[in-house]
């Protein structure tokens, strides 16, 4: 069936270290992929998305490119900052609009 | 600039008890959901609704009840709260079905004792 796999956490990082988080998917037909954020004590907001085979995603300097050959999203930042710190999920939605989200990796921006 | 309300924020229940856990949401979305959150589980869709009138079941849809008599309202009930039941809820919406960008509430912390 249809999933997605994040790589386990929690990861700490110090202020401006370059970040890394993986993420992989099986699903048939073409999904949508996604990142979105989790601020301690929110909801979750969209982050980045892409809509097919080799899109890029950024945002707030954030970027994600959609492989297909690899079926991988990962996210990445190339200097990470304190206010960074939060919980970040990889989602897919399926061809027939079925939203599934990985397990979430917590991240942690030390000064 | 209100988006997706949720209440309560936190919320102590006996285990047996029923509560309602209120959502509204003023960006006239067609499409309405509820997730559970767990540790280690990501987001879980408990139900999950296309328009007024309409509800479906999620992948947990178990000991919750749902309703959308409005476009803007979506409440998820707990029948006989149960321990399981412990999570953060959180309420969603989209602008349709195929929409790509989920908005979410700032979610509700629930215990069952």
């Known amino acids: 069936g249809d999933s997605v796999t994040q790589m386990e956490g929690p990861v700490t990082l110090s202020e401006e270290a370059f970040l890394t988080i993986n993420c992989t998917y099986t699903?048939?037909?073409?999904?949508?992929l996604f990142w979105y954020v989790q601020y301690p004590g929110e909801g979750l907001q969209l982050l980045l998305k892409?809509?097919?085979?080799?899109d890029k995603g950024s945002n707030k300097g954030f970027e994600a490119t959609y492989r297909k050959e690899t079926t991988s999203f990962h996210l990445e930042k190339g200097s990470v900052q304190v206010s960074d710190s939060a919980v970040y999920f990889c989602a897919l939605k399926t061809s027939y609009d079925k939203v599934i989200f990985g397990p979430g990796t917590s991240l942690s921006v030390i000064p | 600039n209100a988006g997706v309300t949720q209440t309560p924020k936190f919320q102590v229940l006996k285990t047996g008890q029923s509560m309602t856990l209120q959502c509204a949401q003023d960006m006239n979305h067609e499409y309405m959901s509820w997730y559970r959150q767990d540790p280690g589980m990501g987001l879980r869709l408990i139900h999950y609704?296309?328009?007024?009138?309409?509800?479906d079941q999620g992948e947990v849809p178990n000991g919750y009840n749902v309703s959308r008599s409005t476009t803007e309202d979506f409440p998820l009930r707990l029948l006989s709260a149960a321990p399981s039941q412990t999570s953060v809820y959180f309420c969603?919406?989209?602008?349709?079905?195929?929409?790509?960008?989920?908005?979410f509430g700032e979610g509700s912390w629930l215990t069952v004792v």
């Open positions: 609704s296309v328009g007024a009138g309409i509800t």
């Open positions: 969603a919406s989209k602008q349709s079905r195929s929409g790509n960008t989920i908005y």
């Open positions: 892409a809509t097919k085979a080799d």
């Open positions: 699903a048939t037909g073409y999904p949508s």
